[in-house]
């Protein structure tokens, strides 16, 4: 939920950059945004109107639909980039994600990198997938 004036604040914001709403119907336009976009985290909305800004992917005044489609990415993202950084306190792997097996190999055992069963194994499993794709 974010109160009206901070909100009208971040509408100005995306003003000076794109082009602003009419002056004669600015204050019915701006009670719709808000009704349609009040429950919005007020974080969120700020880091939305930011990215909206420094992507600049329209001209125009952008509409209600295009700023919930920049909060569902901001969310996404933010979401996904702190489970990324997060340090992972395992015992097994000390967060790396990662553990020295021996695995037989025709006959020889060969020492080899096992994913760890953890949230940094996870990553470490999702890294060789991501790696795997752009070859
Ligand atoms: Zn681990």
Redesign the pocket.
């Known amino acids: 939920m974010i109160e009206a004036y901070k909100f009208e604040c971040l509408m100005k914001d995306l003003e000076i950059i794109f082009t602003p709403i009419e002056l004669n119907k600015r204050d019915q336009v701006l009670e719709k945004y808000y009704e349609h976009l009040k429950n919005t985290d007020e974080d969120i909305l700020k880091k939305a109107v930011e990215s909206l800004i420094d992507c600049h992917p329209y001209k125009r005044f952008p509409l209600i639909q295009e700023i919930r489609e920049t909060i569902k990415e901001v969310y996404n993202r933010s979401d996904f980039s702190k489970s990324e950084d997060d340090p992972?306190d395992?015992?097994?792997?000390?967060?790396?994600?990662e553990?020295i097996e021996d695995r037989e190999h025709l006959g020889r055992l060969y020492p080899t990198a096992i994913p760890?069963?953890?949230?940094?194994?996870e990553r470490w499993k999702r890294r060789l997938k991501k790696y795997k794709m752009r070859k």
Request: net charge negative; charged share 30%.
């Open positions: 992972v395992c015992k097994k792997c000390d967060g790396i994600g553990t760890c069963e953890c949230e940094a194994g």
